[in-house]
């Protein structure tokens, strides 16, 4: 009898251990042949129900893709990647946090080979992943192994079925849903028309809700005052260069003394100003016409543009310190000198103010081609003209009033090696926002190669080099030799280094709100030691708004761009206030949708915009898209708060680095979202 019970024992026991292995996966594998160098590996999938097996490309950290892997292959090459088959239901899980991509009952992958002629052998696996509400299994593998020649007609050759389970991921990724207020949606590549079936249409237009919050216009471009200053600043440092500032005193006895009659000359001065004006304004609006203005915003973050603005900055820096000057032809100013003479009355004057144009083009182009390429970056149409109507100002000014007032040429400052010292300093601040040009590039296409802190310490020594120029440690080409060091100089000196020493905390992750504008994202640091910050939940829409109805909170929408200056100015000066940051964290789910964000969609989409069909191509495209038509603003920064179900609790916000009022903002976005409720 004990006999028989231990094997009676052994068998039980081999029972129960084969019943907690659990095998609801059954894979069947096959190579078909599709031409004479034509194949493709199909594995189909029997799935238990209650099980799904997860599709493929899902990304860090989520479930495990369904991936093919090669072990030995002659006479065959793999073409692209495993496609997946059939009916795909697309998720959020809320265990993963993300979405995910599976099959249910059924699954098909499909691998494309080349058949090279002559035998073929194929060895290798199929890994996937497969889970339940309540657990998964380990990653599986299916082997195949296939062998032939490469001729005559189509034939199949099936292996059996090993069983195996297989992970999914994200597939195409939902820039379908970009469907707002009844838009239909088509995938370039596909013929269908996709439509949102969602039971809350999340892309629906809440234009008029916001209104009715108090939302006034959309938002407007309020940067011309500041493009003006800039320019008029810029006009200011050309005045006092070395092929501006002998100029002047010449210049202006020249209308003096060329007419008796005092007022007449005044009157002449006053026409020479007005003539620069008209030239450098006529160069703004050159600049519009040549470009468009819709290309003008494109500049703000395409990659080429950005890399050269950064190279061009680079060469103007290098001209500056004195390695070559940037000069036009000679003939161009002798022609329109000899024109001036031969001519007389406004004409002559005109050609005179031309004439300046292009002798001082050595130094005032440098500083022309930065302020152009800065206003030219807002996607403004009239930020070039604004600009250049500022700087034409600044430098047509001291020729009119030397004129009114001749007797302060006797107190204007001797041309001298003061003149060269303010040439590299604007060489130094050029070669800081090169750096600037080449960070947006690389923001918006992910390269990582001038992440926060490289940014900050390029800055750092860029600006240390320039505090010891200052105080005559180093020397340039056309400095002189004079080793006394002037007051204003040396505070110039204190202020740069004292800029530099200023930033190195940064390099640890200190806000640094004064280069706010200029760094990087503090996301991109690599090693921070800064607490108080705000992380956004999720940079997708459609993710983040899933995970806001299932915790119930009201959501934050940060519409921004790596190429956004007063984005990063908010986020360091604003987010950065403990109660802001408090209440972002721990109130909302913040969804920060990057516009500029090159990264491709999975294939192209085509929208119908205001009557026009138009193609969304990357992830920037898209949230761009969204905010333009959901919210009818084409403006960053901008934030809304809406509820889990798309529509506004609050007017919107826009660059305002009052904190007070941001917290009153969030504070009654919060209230309005409870009384919903």
């Known amino acids: 009898m004990k006999k028989l019970l231990f094997p009676l024992f052994l068998l039980l026991f081999a029972v129960v251990v084969q019943a907690q292995i659990q095998d609801p996966v059954k894979f069947n594998s096959e190579l078909k042949i599709l031409a004479a160098d034509e194949a493709e590996v199909v594995f189909t999938a029997a799935i238990d129900k209650g099980w799904h097996v997860y599709s493929t490309d ?69 890994e996937y992943g497969a889970c339940n509400d309540e657990n998964c299994l380990p990653p599986t593998q299916v082997p195949f192994q296939f062998f032939g020649k490469a001729e005559g007609a189509a034939k199949e050759a099936v292996v059996a079925g090993a069983e195996t389970k297989v992970e999914e991921q994200p597939a195409k990724q939902e820039a379908d849903t970009d469907a707002a207020s009844g838009v239909a949606i088509a995938s370039v590549d596909g013929p269908t028309e996709i439509n949102v079936t969602d039971k809350v249409d999340l892309w629906k237009p809440v234009v008029n809700e916001l209104q009715s919050l108090g939302e006034t216009t959309s938002q407007e471009d309020m940067s011309w005052i500041y493009i003006f200053i800039t320019g008029f600043v810029g006009g200011l440092l050309a005045l006092f260069t070395p092929c501006v500032w002998p100029i002047i005193p010449m210049t202006v006895s020249f209308f003096l003394k060329r007419s008796k009659d005092k007022k007449k000359g005044i009157r002449d001065a006053w026409t020479y100003g007005a003539s620069i004006v008209v030239i450098y304004v006529t160069l703004g609006l050159a600049i519009t016409l040549i470009f468009g203005a819709s290309a003008l915003n494109a500049l703000s973050t395409n990659a080429v543009f950005n890399i050269l603005f950064c190279l061009m900055l680079v060469v103007f820096a290098a001209s500056f310190f004195g390695a070559f000057e940037i000069t036009l032809p000679s003939k161009w100013s002798t022609a329109v000198d000899s024109k001036a003479e031969a001519t007389s009355g406004l004409l002559s004057i005109f050609l005179m103010a031309f004439t300046l144009s292009l002798v001082s083009f050595s ?122 060091v002037s007051v204003p100089r040396f505070f110039m000196a204190l202020a740069s280094l004292a800029f530099a020493v200023y930033m190195i905390p940064g390099l640890w992750g200190a806000p640094l709100k004064a280069v706010s504008a200029f760094a990087p994202p503090m996301q991109t640091q690599d090693f921070n030691l800064y607490n108080n910050e705000v992380h956004a939940k999720f940079d997708d829409y459609d993710l983040g708004m899933e995970y806001a109805r299932q915790h119930g909170k009201p959501v934050m929408l940060d519409f921004t761009g790596y190429g956004c200056v007063n984005c990063r100015k908010m986020e360091l000066a604003v987010w950065t206030n403990p109660k802001v940051s408090d209440i972002i964290n721990n109130d909302y789910v913040l969804i920060t949708l990057y516009v500029d964000n090159k990264t491709p969609l999975p294939s192209p989409v085509k929208i119908v915009e205001n009557g026009t069909e138009r193609t969304l191509r990357t992830v920037g495209d898209k949230w761009s898209y969204l905010q333009r038509v959901k919210f009818g603003a084409n403006a960053q920064p901008f934030y809304v708060l809406i509820d889990n179900e798309g529509k506004p609790v609050n007017k919107s916000y826009s660059y305002n680095e009052d904190i007070p009022a941001y917290i009153e903002f969030l504070q009654t976005g919060l209230e309005n979202y409870k009384k919903e409720k």
């Open 363 to 484: 130094c005032t182009g440098p500083i022309i081609g930065f302020l152009l390429v800065q206003v030219s970056t807002t996607g403004s149409v009239v930020a070039p003209a604004i600009g250049m109507l500022g700087f034409a100002i600044a430098l047509a000014l001291p020729f009119t009033l030397f004129a009114l007032f001749p007797s302060w040429l006797k107190s204007m400052p001797k041309s001298g090696g003061w003149m060269n010292i303010i040439k590299v300093t604007l060489g130094f601040l050029e070669l800081a926002f090169a750096l600037k040009f080449l960070s947006v590039a690389d923001l918006a296409y992910g390269w990582r190669i001038l992440d926060r802190e490289t940014f900050l310490a390029l800055w750092i020594v860029l600006f240390a080099l320039l505090g010891f120029y200052l105080l005559g440690k180093i020397k340039f080409p056309h400095d002189d030799d004079d080793t006394k």
């Open 58 to 126: 899902l990304g860090d950290g989520g479930p495990i893709s369904a991936t093919f892997n090669v072990e030995k292959i002659s006479g065959a090459e793999v073409v692209g990647k495993l496609k997946p088959m059939g009916k795909e239901i697309s998720t959020f899980d809320k265990l993963f946090e993300m979405k995910v991509r599976y099959f249910e009952n059924t699954a098909q992958f499909v691998q494309k080979l080349k058949l090279t002629g002559g035998a073929y052998q194929l060895e290798g696996y199929l």
